[in-house]
C-alpha cells in the first residue's frame, strides 16, 4: 500500500546545477501537486496538474518546471539550482469527486542547495 | 502576506491542558482542512469542512468552520504527549476546486 512515493529523500546541490524529483501515485489519482515547505512559510503551491499531459502554476512556480507524462507520475525540475530553492519538497495527490477531496502526501525530499 | 494566517505558531503546554488553535483569513473558502505532520513526513488529513458553522469532533479534537467560511478553529481537549506535532489548516477556494492554500502552521509541543 504505497500510497504517494517521493524520490530521492535527500539531495545535495551546488548553486547552477540541476535536478529532478520524481513523485509516483498508484492511487489512481487525477491531481498531482508539487509544494515546498520552509520554516515559518506553510507550505506553498509550486506546481499542479489536474490530469494526465496537464500542468498549471501555483503561488511559487519560478525556478522550476513540471512534467505529467503518465497519469501516476509527476516530475519537478530544477534547471539552475539557488540557494533559495534549499526547502523540504513534498508532493500530493488528490481525487475529484468535487469540494474538499482530501490530499494524500508524500514524506517529502529534502534539498539543500550550497 | 499568506492567504491563510494560523495562530499561535508555537505552543508549549502541559499534558491534560486545553488549546485552541487558529486559522483566519479575508477569503472565502468552499472547504477548509486541518492537516497534522509529524517530523519526516507529510501531512496527514484530520478532516475537512465544507459547510458554514459547521462542527466536526474527533475524538479529544474539535473542529468549527465559521458561519462566512472565513475562519476554523482547532480545539483539542485534555491534550497529551501524543497529540504533539505541526497542525497546518489548508483552505480550498470556491473558484479554484482542488487547489489548496496552506496556513503557516501551528507547532504544538505537549509535555508530560
Redesign the interface.
Known amino acids: 500500500n504505497a500510497g ?1 512515493t517521493q524520490t530521492p529523500k535527500f539531495r545535495v546541490l551546488k548553486t547552477g546545477q540541476s535536478m529532478t524529483l520524481l513523485c509516483a501515485q498508484d492511487m489512481n489519482h487525477e ?1 498531482m ?1 508539487w ?1 515546498r515547505q520552509d520554516p ?6 509550486i506546481h ?1 496538474s ?1 490530469g494526465e499531459g496537464t500542468t498549471a502554476k ?2 511559487v512556480p519560478d525556478g522550476y518546471n513540471v512534467s505529467r507524462l503518465k497519469k501516476q507520475n509527476f516530475l519537478l525540475g530544477l534547471e539552475s539550482a539557488a540557494p533559495s530553492q534549499t526547502s523540504v519538497y ?1 508532493c ?1 495527490s ?1 481525487y ?1 469527486f ?6 494524500h ?4 525530499t529534502r534539498l539543500t542547495v550550497t | 502576506t ?1 492567504l ?1 494566517e ?1 495562530s499561535p ?1 508555537f505552543l508549549s503546554i502541559q499534558e491534560g491542558e486545553n488549546l485552541t488553535v487558529y486559522c483566519n483569513s479575508s477569503s472565502v473558502f ?2 477548509l ?1 486541518w ?1 497534522r505532520q509529524e517530523p ?6 484530520l478532516v ?1 469542512v ?1 459547510t458554514g458553522g459547521e462542527v466536526k469532533k474527533l475524538k479529544r479534537l474539535t473542529f468549527q468552520f465559521g458561519d462566512a467560511r472565513k475562519d476554523s478553529s482547532l480545539h483539542i481537549t485534555a491534550a497529551q504527549p501524543g497529540d504533539t506535532g505541526l497542525y ?1 489548516c ?1 483552505g ?1 477556494r470556491a473558484n479554484n ?9 501551528t507547532k504544538l509541543n505537549v509535555k508530560p
Not at chain 1, 502526501?105 to 517529502?108: A, I, K, P, R, S
Request: no cysteine; glycine share 20%; aromatic share 20%.
Open positions: 504517494v491531481y501537486y509544494y515559518g512559510m506553510g507550505l506553498r503551491l499542479y489536474v501555483g503561488e513534498f500530493a488528490s475529484t468535487g469540494t474538499g477531496s482530501p490530499l502526501f508524500g514524506n517529502g | 499568506q491563510l494560523q505558531q468552499s472547504s482542512q492537516y519526516g513526513e507529510g501531512p496527514v488529513l475537512t465544507v497546518l489548508a480550498e476546486f482542488n487547489k489548496f492554500y496552506f496556513g503557516s502552521g
